[in-house]
């Protein structure tokens, strides 16, 4: 998908495991392993304030897009 | 009793019928081939809509009508286990698209095969081309085959917005 997910990177930014971020935004594991890898074909925009907010970050900061063509 | 329940009966009732039906004729074609197949033909050649007057017209008869009874007890098979499978299992799956998908091609395909098999047989046993079965039948069943394709179109796009919903985080 031309759509990344980089959240990954962020959370070793952070220092923070994936566990704990869900926790925090209340989200299950699950749901946050979608996300990270890249399955997930939407996001809310609740979880994306969540998840800012907890790793005080932008939007921009997780997700990033990639010409494919 | 739902009504899911009903349904789901009806449906069982009807299929176990059907065979009890497929297997009595299945008896009446072996008593007529390895028996006595005069009796079955002064049965048969006082029937309304065809009536047989030779062994192999008869025989002709009751083969197809094994055949035609096979491709509907299969209809009602496959029918059977789509209402078990939506009752108690997930909605929107492959198998319930694809049984939606194959009972109504199966429904047409049996329907356009048993008034093509009137017409020849009428042609052949009595000498003359008449169509004499109920249109309005023929064309509600054949509109039940297409609104179940047309079901399995809309199931279709319900699972994948289902799984849009899914990999919704």
Known sequence: MAIIINLDAVLDKRGMKSNELAEAINITTANLSILKTGKAKAVRFSTLEAICKVLECQPGDILEYIDED | ?169
């Open chain 2, 1 to 169: 009793m739902r009504s899911s329940e009903w349904t789901k009966n009806i449906f069982s009732v009807t299929y176990y019928l059907l065979v009890i039906g497929w297997i009595l004729l299945l008896g009446i074609l072996l008593y007529a081939i390895f028996i006595n197949s005069d009796e079955i033909l002064e049965v048969m050649g006082d029937a309304e809509e065809f009536q047989i007057k030779s062994e192999n017209a008869l025989y002709t008869c009751l083969t197809y009508g094994l055949l035609s009874g096979a491709l509907w007890i299969y209809i009602l098979y496959v029918f059977k286990n789509l209402i078990q499978n939506l009752i108690y299992g997930p909605l929107f799956t492959k198998l319930q698209i694809a049984s939606f998908n194959l009972i109504g091609q199966l429904i047409i395909f049996t329907s356009i095969l048993d008034a093509l098999s009137i017409v020849i047989v009428k042609a052949i046993l009595n000498s003359r081309l008449e169509i004499e079965f109920d249109l309005f039948d023929f064309w509600f069943v054949i509109a039940i085959g297409t609104f179940l394709i047309f079901l399995s179109q809309i199931f279709n796009k319900a699972r994948m917005l289902k799984q849009e919903n899914d990999l919704t985080v």
